[in-house]
């Protein structure tokens, strides 16, 4: 009982679009619709009393229209058998006529009631007036008080007054079913409303289940044009945006998982050759330990093997952290010139001849504002790659210059072999390597990837160009930020 009363108040944590939709529209459209049944109602009742006040009016003045002057002498004419109102008794109806303080007509109905007097009209000459009076009968009713000249031969002014005694109890009853017919159309218009609301949205939300549908019998397939959201045969406007990126997603996830494959199988690749290589350096080693050809330089191989597989490792952690959104990074004033010559001094044991190779032109004592770890492994990765890769002797240029808004460093080189343009869109891939079968034993395709990373972290475009087949320029285009910091070298 306890885990369905659970499963029932989880259920009820979740916003519901239908529900929340249902319930809007019918909290809105009943509003409305109480406010036009009020108003009817309303309308209706004051309807209903205004034709009873009428009704009531229209007897006081036939009435009225029963009483003469002659002789000094008031006189009702009318005949009481041709008004059985004011005679019966199941629905008894009264009037009582004065001439100052004397009575000059009462009903028959008042016959009943001998000592019980109406009540006397306190009005100007001329007026009427309608309130709600207890009948002799004990009823709820309403009664016309009037004070009229009444007709004279020889035009006599005597004034008297008129009262007329009406139940309301018919009047009421009429009112209370003119409620109960409005509260029940009320009633069922809701119930209605609420019903076509209810499969208007849930026809409405079809293309939205039927997303969500294809989502779950959607399968991961191996197959390129596989795995994707087909086109309904009646595209939505609201679903369709949703629909294209979640294609879009699916797509990116499953480049990324096919990236996450090759590059796990191009890490297994690149440990199991040095792994390789020190077991069966090991095997030869304890086979032959008395081979002087081996033992002579198996401590040596095994530094070698070792600083290589190290060597992997940290570009791969260097990796792994530039592509976190934690990465720290410190902004500071840098000289482009004062980071060229740290570079350059850092890779002067590699390449000795660096000085004769690496040109740099438009490199003044320039400030500018950036990461000092970012900026150094963009310029020592990229001056690596250019002097690795371009022919012997060959000149490396470095530029820098302002564009714009942006700081442009440019760094062009020669090239060994040509490179095609899918190999140009695959250099920024981990582990890609241009190399025939990976056969470097320093490279291992991880530098242009980290320079990816950084770029994207830091808010900088990078760029490849071909100015010819065996000249490549990298560009990396560096906002200009303005200094928070005081003027100094860095």
Known sequence: MKSLFGSLSKANQFASIERNLINSVTLIFGAFLFMVFLSVDLGLDDWVEDQFDQAMLNKANYLKSQI??????????ADERFMPEYAESDDPHFFQLWRDETTIKRSESLAQYPHVDLLKPDVQLGRD????????????GRATLSYF??????????PVALTIYESSTGLERLVWVVDGLLIGSFILAMMLMRYVTKNVIRRGLEPLEKLN????????????????????EQVVEEIEPIRKELNRYIRSNRTLINNEKRITADIAHELKTPLAEMITLSEVYIRYPQDERISKTYQHDMLAIAKRMKAIVENLLLLQKTSSIAMNTEWQLLSIKNVFGQVKHDLMFKYPDIDQRLVASSCADEFFSADR?????????????ALYYSPHES?????????????????????????????????????FQIDAARTSNERFGLGLSIISNICRQQGYTLSFIQPDTMTLTVNIAIPKEVPLLQHHNV
Request: overall charge negative.
């Open 395 to 431: 000149l490396v240029t470095l530029g820098w210059s302002e564009v714009d808004d942006d700081y442009q460093l440019s760094i062009s080189n020669a090239l060994v072999q040509s490179i095609t343009e899918e190999q140009l869109a695959k250099l920024t891939l981990p582990l």
């Open 373 to 385: 770890f970012s900026i150094e492994t963009i310029l020592k990765n990229l001056i690596d790659n």
């Open 149 to 158: 000249v009444p007709e004279s031969s020889d035009d006599e002014i005597l």
């Open 129 to 140: 007036r309608i309130v709600d009076i207890v009948m002799p009968n004990g009823d709820m």
């Open 68 to 77: 003469r002057v002659a002789d000094h002498h008031v006189e009702f004419l």
């Open 213 to 232: 549908q294809d989502l779950k019998t959607l399968h991961s397939s191996e197959q390129p044009a596989a795995g994707e959201l087909e086109l309904p």
